[in-house]
């Protein structure tokens, strides 16, 4: 049998949400009213996000909250 893939990690979820969004770090830091040196650590994974962080982004990106949290965080149409 063929082995199963390694799951992504937030920051990856993150990085390939935002690529399909269209959304750049540094309009995703504009967006939620932080540094863009802010966003960049939990792009990097040196920073673990929080649930409430993660809702604000998707709200901020026009993501879907599950594509960031999958099975944590219920799907829902985003906010544009």
């Known amino acids: 049998p063929m082995p199963k893939p390694k799951p992504l990690t937030p920051a990856e979820r993150l990085r390939a949400a ?3 969004a269209g959304v750049t770090p540094a ?3 504009r967006r ?3 540094s863009p040196q802010n966003v960049a650590q939990y792009l990097s ?3 673990r996000p929080t649930l409430d962080w993660l809702l ?3 709200t901020a ?3 879907d909250p ?3 949290a999958p099975g944590v965080l219920a799907s829902r149409p985003p906010v544009r």
């Open 45 to 47: 994974g040196a920073r």
């Open 32 to 34: 939620l009213g932080t």
């Open 56 to 58: 604000a982004v998707a």
């Open 61 to 63: 990106a026009g993501i």
């Open 18 to 20: 935002m690529g399909r």
């Open 66 to 68: 599950a594509e960031l």
């Open 27 to 29: 309009e995703l830091a």
